[in-house]
């Protein structure tokens, strides 16, 4: 074990300690893998039965063109400093030391109870096989994996996150083809043609309720693309990967997710009960994928989708894993954490991080095995609205950032990446981050019989937030930062 001070004279090792050992696909594959999970393999046909094909297809549009704001946000920003604590890093530069610490454990917190869920959703695909099996030897068994390809270089966690998102992205472009091929009618029988669309109130089912209701699920689908942010600290050449993954991430994740939800639409009606079915069951048969894969004669559909989900949940929980044990160390660095968290292998593994993220996993994945899994209901919860605060951070950093930048008098044309629409960009991102945080409660305060104790469970990461905010601006007296005077050094 090492500090990262003996490493600083390697030219591949970063201030932090870190080893730059991610190539430029690994960066690829870890932006568009954020983004594609369970959400679009089985909860995709719930949107499409909530708000009709229309509906979906605008919502997720909408969505999209949010993350791509963000992502250009957060793009100039990594690409000028690509610092592994990112987020917290970023929120102590240009807003405040006490917003840079909150944003810093929420989405330590946020990762680190991904990483739970993400063992019991693995037992539970395994038990597809394995019935007999007990789901706690699964879990074991998939989170000594995890911290297998954590705790061996950065470079095994870019190999592991590059072929799970690999298996990902190549079952959704065989879905696209396959599913374009039966809406002309070449496979799987007659073509459906615009049937699909014009039956009951399609297109657009339930109107603007609808579409919200569905706005909320996509916000969520599309959490994790903001973690390129945190792998540009350990990328090989950050100012040309960054950009490239940037540019490349939010055509792909469009025509994923909005050609899945347009070929879902076309070939399955909304008022199928198997598709609202499928996101509150465990039985992957009714899941949108596996249906339109048998519907095209494709053999052994639910054992082929069962094998991919499983695929998801482990590349979510690698991810989960790099990204909490990263932030943990950069809190480290900056004093918001214990000092022996920023300890790091020779191979720049910071090792202690991990260590105290995987014991938290795994004391969170224990009590979904407690009473009914109560507390565990809670966490998961509590983590639910994390990703939109980190969001919000991103479009609010950048904004003080840009501006920051331009009164210390530099050119915005000189930044190895710019993002083309500020300030317009991270002004709208914060404003749709804000309507759908709000919106979660959008069920609960229009029925008066509405459970307070599902309200305060939707929401409890919000005073969660403002209290270590206001807790550390308590203690710390830390001032806001003025932006002529915020730290840009590199």
Known sequence: MTTPESLASDPTTTDEGLKRALKSRHINMIAIGGAIGTGLFVASGATISQAGPGGALLAYTAIGIMVFLLMQSLGEMATFLPLSSSFEAYGTRFVSPSFGFAAGWNYWFNWAITVAVELVAAALVMSYWLPDVPGWIWSATFLVILIALNAISVKGYGEGEFWFASVKAFTVIVFLIMGVLMIFGILGGKSPGFANWMIGEAPFVQGWHGIMSVFMIAGFSFQGTEMIGVAAGEAEHPEKTIPKAIRSVFVRIMLFYVGAIAVIGFLLPYSDPRLLGASESE?????????????????????????????????????????????????????KAPKIFTKVTKKGIPLPALIATTAVGALCFLTSLVGEGEAYQWLVSASGLAGFITWMGIAWCHYN??????????????????????????????????????????????????NFGEIMMTYLTLPLFFLLWGGHKLVTRAPGVKLEEADLTR
């Open 401 to 450: 950032f840009r501006r920051a930048y331009v009164k210390q008098g530099n050119d915005p044309k000189d930044l190895p990446y710019r993002a083309k629409l500020f300030p317009i960009g991270p002004v709208v991102a914060l404003i749709m981050c804000t309507v759908v945080v709000i919106g979660q409660g959008l069920d609960f305060f229009t029925d008066p019989a509405a």
């Open 283 to 335: 039985d992957i048969s009714i899941a949108p994928f596996t249906l339109i894969f048998e519907q095209a004669g494709v053999l052994g559909a639910a054992t082929l989708m069962n094998a991919v989900i499983l695929t998801a949940i482990l590349s979510a929980g690698n991810s989960g894993m790099f990204a909490s044990t990263r932030m943990l160390h950069g809190l480290a660095m900056s004093g």
